[in-house]
Each structure stands twice: as C-alpha cells, then as structure tokens.
C-alpha cells in the first residue's frame, strides 16, 4: 500500500469516529465574547469549562501516597480533569520503574482521574536482548491498562551507540516497538527534540524557557554543541510519521515547534497520523499574533490536545503538597481564562499581559475532552459524579 493510500485511510478511521457524547456535567450555553465574531458566538464561560469533563492529556505521577494521595485527587475531582500520566526517562529505568508502579497502583481506585503511558528500559540499549525486553516491557504495560508508549528527548540528545554517535528517533532499530503499538491500536507519544530556544544562548530564551535551561545545564544543547541540532531532531521525527503512516503519534510539547504555529500547520497538514499536546507550552502560544493562534487552533481543532506537564513526585526531596495543589489551582484558571475568554491576562511566569483566545465552544470541547479520547483509545471517561 502507499504511504498516500495509507494517510488517506488513516483519515477516514479519524473522521468516522462518532462525536464523544460529554456527561451530564457538561455546561450549559453562554453569552458571545465581546469583540469576537459571530460565528464564532458559542463560547463558555470559565465557571462552565471548569464544569465540563476534560482530560488533561500531559501530566506526571511519580509518586503520591498516605493522605496526600486523597488531596491530590480532590483538586481532579473539583475541576472535572483527567490526568494521563506518562512514565518517562528510559536512562533511568529504577526511576521509570516508581512512576508505572505508582499508576498501576492507582489505577484501580481512580479510574475516572487517572490513565496512563508507560515506556521500555533504555539503560540496556547496547546490550544484545534490549529489544526483546523492550517489547515485553511495553507488553506488560498494555496488559496493565497503559493507553499510550512514551519516547523521551533522550533519543536524539542523549543516547548513545559504542562509537560515541547519537540514537535519532528514525533508526530502524526502534522500527519493531513502532510496529507493536500499532498493532495494538495504542499511540506513541513522543517528546523528541526540544524548544528552538534550545539552542540559543540564555539572554536570548523566553523567560519560560530560560528558567528551565538555567535548571537544568545538561539539556541546554547550546552548552553542548555535538548533540545534533535543532532541525535534524524535527527531521528525525518527521520521517517517523511519513515511514509509519497508520502509527497514531500524539507530538509532547506541541511536537517540539512551539514557537511558530505555521511549522507546526505544516506537520500537520503533511501528517494526518500526527496530534500534539500543549504541555508546558502555552506561554509560547501566548507571545504569537493572538488572531494567527486563534485562527491555528480552530482549522486544527481535532489535533490538538490540552495538557499541563503538571507533576506530582513525593520522592523530591523538595517536595511540597500544597504548593503542588496551589500550583494546579492556578495552571488550570489561568488556561480556562486564556482559552475561554476575550479578557487580558498576565499569568505566572511573567507572560503578559495579553488578550484570551474566546474559542468557540466545540473547540473547547475537543482540546480540552475530546481530542484526547480519540487519540488515546481506551482512555475511558472523565468521573463527573
């Protein structure tokens, strides 16, 4: 079959897929934004979004226990949110290993809140079995209730053969775990690549960006100039999603083309397999032409997925409940704000002020609900009771 018939057919699975009905927590309708057009009137308002059912689509359990898992829970329980954990780190297989403990453990008695991603062990990745281990891995996985496989920025920035050359995301070699997940009508979420800012200096990084890197020197590729560049981590990925057309890829970050919403329109007008979360990446939807994003995100309605990168790790030593609990408190307003509503907003961080999105409200239903269900089959639904 060709990589066209094979897009086209991946198409049609996307466009017969039955409109996700919302549960009986779903708002009621609301007054046009002002300022917007009319067929664009259908809005909610912020009270309404945090009355739906949403899933939050990119956010990290490590660890959570005693009287604080029931804390954590109740803040999902009061804004109506899933959260889809993903495991990550495949260099860090003991640390990976807490966080799909921790899902599995929850799962069962949190359902309605929480699913879940797992990933396959990367420590090994020069020994001769790590293949077949990694395929069991993402096995034992599927068998546990994982709706999704994690590949982390360490393929591309980090990983390395016995000749000291880096592991891209399009070597063959990963080609069997592609073809797994596929067969098992589960998605790849992949976080391959990083900010443009990146590999820029510092001084010249958006706040959001800056504070990251400054933290963390090991990933700040522009300190380290042998990991391969920016573009050639965007290629990799990109040949991905052309040599595996009918493997249902969810892009972390806003597929790592944060900062120009035109590139990412290209992805995905080239890539019909090809969705994108928002985690930790709607400052920079912020600091773009308000109508041109607003614009993007309606003609992309049905590939773009709401998440956070919120994270809950009570292995931290610097760990803190109810900052966590502040800080969910104040992601989620701030973004039922920017998307929902036409009002100026400054958030933390230090972005703005700036105007609200105001989208229309079978736009919101499908980045902050929808979407996810239909990318993350199995996903389940939102417990609105």
């Not at 945090?50 to 109740?74: C, L, N, S, T």
């Not at 892009?251 to 083309?257: E, I, N, T």
């Amino acid at each position: 079959m060709s990589s066209q018939s094979s897009m086209s057919r991946f198409v049609v699975k996307i466009i017969l897929l039955a409109p996700l009905a919302l549960s009986a927590c779903s708002a009621g309708e609301s007054q046009p934004a002002a300022g917007e057009a009319a067929s664009f009137a259908q809005t909610m308002t912020v009270a309404e979004l945090k009355k739906m059912p949403k899933i939050d689509a990119h956010a990290h359990v490590i660890g959570v226990e005693g009287g604080d898992e029931a804390a954590f829970f109740e803040v999902l329980k009061r804004h109506k949110i899933k959260w889809l954990t993903i495991a990550t780190i495949g260099t860090n297989w003991d640390g990976m290993q807490k966080e799909i403990d921790t899902a599995v453990r929850l799962l069962p008695r949190h359902s309605g809140f929480l699913a879940w991603s797992t990933s396959f062990n990367l420590e090994n990745w020069n020994e001769q079995d790590w293949l077949r281990q990694a395929l069991k891995q993402i096995e034992d996985g599927f068998d546990r209730g994982a709706v999704a496989v994690k590949v982390w920025k360490e393929i591309g920035m980090v990983l390395k053969d016995p000749d000291s050359s880096y592991v891209m995301i399009d070597d063959p070699r990963f080609d069997p775990i592609f073809k797994l997940i596929e067969t098992r009508n589960k998605t790849l979420i992949a976080h391959i690549g990083e900010p443009r800012s990146c590999w820029l200096p510092l001084e010249e990084m958006t706040d959001n960006d800056r504070a990251y890197f400054a933290g963390h020197p090991q990933y700040h590729a522009y300190l380290h100039p042998e990991i391969p560049g920016y573009w050639e981590q965007i290629n990799a990925r990109d040949r991905v999603l052309a040599a595996h057309p009918d493997l249902r890829v969810v892009g972390a970050h806003l597929g790592s083309l944060e900062w120009d919403v035109d590139s990412l329109a290209r992805r995905l007008e080239l890539y019909p397999n090809f969705a994108v979360d928002m985690g930790a990446r709607i400052c920079h939807l912020q600091v773009q032409d308000r109508r041109k994003v607003r614009d993007f995100i309606i003609k992309y309605q049905d590939r773009l997925l709401y998440g956070t990168d919120l994270l809950v790790d009570a292995y931290d030593k610097q760990y803190d409940l109810p900052a966590l609990l502040s800080k969910m408190e104040l992601t989620y307003d701030a973004d039922y704000r920017y998307f929902a509503t036409g009002q100026q907003i400054t958030v933390p961080g230090g972005n703005g002020p700036f105007h609200g999105l105001a989208l229309p409200r079978e736009v919101l239903v499908k980045i902050f609900y929808e979407n996810a269900r239909r990318w993350f089959p199995g996903i389940g639904i939102t417990d609105c009771s």
